[in-house]
């Protein structure tokens, strides 16, 4: 054993710092372990407006339509004119296609590609910096779409947002799926979740900040029509 006081220091100094090193990178390892993002569920892909599709049906003579989803959520194929494609599956759409042109083709096969999914969005409300509408163009979890959107502002409650997915057929009501930003931001990612489409994410303001906008509007109840109002006038001065 070293008999120099400051030696033994350094070296009792050395292993104290070693294990610290490694029961932090244990720590975070665990709590990485622990917190880690919910598994994603991916379903068939539903077709809806404005999808643009290819619908191909062999044998020869090959028909080949490039179709883009109208708003009532039909397209027109040649042959048998217009079928339903708003919620339905690309091989739901092709089975159909195949059962009804089956009378003018013998042995029609049918397939039906996307081009262009532009049906899928996500719809970011409430305080963020940038809100709209946002296309889903791949696996989307919350902090991306979120960053989509210019991210959370000042005023928002980040405990407190909710993610509002379609109707749920037991209960006949959306499901509403609370989500913690702060917690995500800690390491956290149990609520991390993925996005799907039609989701609407909504980031609620603070309470202080739902006290301020209180007291905007009763203190100044004109000033969205002023603005409005200097629009106008601002677009009747430009020749």
Known sequence: MNSDPRAWNLELRTHLLGLALLLCTFGVG???ALHPEPPAVFEDYRVGAPDALIVTVLPDPIIQESVV???DGKITIQLIGDVD????????IAAE???????????????????SADSSTVTILGEVKRPGTFPLRKNTRLA????????????ASLGSIQVVRGMNGRSGQADVI???????????????????ADDIIYVPPTVLA????????VLFPLSPLLGIANSFVGSALVP
């Not at 609370?178 to 799907?196: A, F, K, W």
């Not at 739902?210 to 509007?217: E, M, S």
């Open 30 to 32: 665990c709590a990485t």
């Open 69 to 71: 989803v109208r708003p």
């Open 85 to 92: 494609a708003d919620g339905r599956t690309p091989s739901q």
């Open 97 to 115: 296609i195949e059962e009804r042109i089956s009378r003018y083709k013998r042995g029609a096969r049918a397939t039906v590609a996307v081009t």
């Open 144 to 155: 991306e779409a979120l960053g989509t959107a210019g991210g959370p502002t000042t005023f």
């Open 178 to 196: 609370p989500v913690d930003l702060g917690e995500i931001r800690d390491g956290n990612l149990s609520t991390n979740i993925q996005i799907y």
């Open 210 to 217: 739902q006290v301020g906008y209180a007291f905007q509007a």
